[in-house]
C-alpha cells in the first residue's frame, strides 16, 4: 500500500504468452498459426461450452487445416476451460495478451468469466468484423482507465472455410493481418503522453505477433487499417442486412433496380460518415479518398460474394443475437455523433430488428416450451460467426 492511502497497481512485465478466445473459422486458424510457432510459449485456447470441450478432446486434443499441400495438424495447444456460469468466476493466473475473434454481439458477455484475469498489464486484440466493440466492453467491463488492458484492432484477410469438425478448417486462401492501435472518439487515445505507439505496453503484442512468419502480421495507422477493412464491413453493413430482409442471396440484390439503388444511397450513407470521422485524419485533414475507396471497392466484394447466403438471415430465423449494431448500428451511432442524417441506414435496421422479433414470437408460438437441462443449453447455443 502506498502512502498516499492508494492501491498500488502491479507493474508491467512483457510477456510471450498468447491466449485466444474464439471457436469460429478466423478463431481456430490463427489458433493453428500461432501453434506452429517455436518461439513462443504454447497457446491458451480458451472453450466456453462443454459441447465444445468434450470435442477437443475428442479430436486428439489438436488443430488441424486443410491446405493445398495436404492436412496439417499442430497440438502445441493448451486448451482451458472457462465457465460461463461458475459463481464466483473460477481463478486463474494473468492473461497477458488475449486474441478474441469471437463476434462482437457476443464479445461483452464471452469476457465476463475472465475480466478478473485482466487488468492494466494486459493487452486485448479484436479481430472480427465489426467496429464499436472496444467501447462496449470498455464500459461493461473496465471503466477504471488506471486498470484498463490495452487494445489493438486487427483484421484478418484469409479465407478460411469449414473442413471437419469444431477444430479444423480449410485454408481457402492466405492473407494477412493487419493491425492498429485504437483511438476512442475524436482520437483522444492518442492525446496522452507519451503517445500510445510509443508505448511498451501498447505495442508488445503488436510487435510480437509481426515475428509470426505464417501470421504476416503488419501495423498500420488507423485510417490505413480502415482502408483495409472498409470494403468486407461495407458489405456486412449494406449488403448482408439487406438480403437477410429479403430473404436472398446477393446476387439478386444485384438484379433489381430497387435493391440497387438502396444500396447506392447506404453506401452513400456510409462513405458521408467515413469522411467525416475525427479519427481518419492527418495532419488535420480529412481523408476523403477513404470514401473513393470504398465505393470502388464495395462492389467488387459483392460481385465476388455474390453467391453467398447471408448468415444474418439464419440467425434472425432462429431468433439469434445479431452482429447488425456493431456493423449497421455503428454508422448510425457516428452519424449521430458527428450530425449526420443516414436515414436509410436506419430504416434497414428498424426493420431487420422488427423481423427479428417476429420471428422469436413465431418460435414461442410453434415450439412448446419445456425447462430445458443445462447440457442441453450448452449443446443448443449458437456457434461463432466467422
Known sequence: MREDGQRSTPTWEGSEQIYVMGSDLVGRYIAFLLAGTETIPPIRYLIHRMNLWNAWENCGRQLQIQRITGVEKRNRVKAEFMSMKASPPLPGPLIPNLIITVPPGSVVGALAPIKHRLDHRST???????????????????????????????????????????????????????????????????????????TVRFTNLMSLLMTIPELNASSHPFPDFLKHKLPSLALLSIAEPLAAICEVPYEDLLRHDTTRHLMAIMLSEVCAV???????????????????????????ELHNQKKSQPRLDMNIYRAWETDINYLTGYFIHRAEELNIRVPILKAVLQLLKAKRHFAAEDLERVIPFEEPSVQLLDDLAPGQQS
Open 124 to 198: 486485448i486484440c479484436l479481430v472480427h468484423h465489426g467496429l464499436g466493440a472496444m467501447e462496449a466492453i470498455i464500459e461493461a467491463h473496465f471503466p477504471d482507465q488506471r486498470t484498463r488492458p490495452a487494445f489493438l484492432l486487427g483484421h484478418m484477410t484469409a479465407k478460411v472455410r469449414q473442413f471437419k469438425g469444431h477444430f479444423s478448417a480449410t485454408e481457402v486462401e492466405d492473407g494477412r493481418l493487419y493491425l492498429t492501435i485504437p483511438t476512442t472518439r475524436g482520437g483522444s487515445i492518442m492525446r496522452k503522453h507519451p503517445p500510445p505507439e510509443r
Open 274 to 300: 467515413v469522411s467525416k470521422m475525427p479519427e481518419c485524419r492527418r495532419e488535420g485533414s480529412p481523408l476523403s479518398f477513404l470514401s473513393v475507396f470504398l465505393q470502388k471497392k464495395f462492389y467488387k
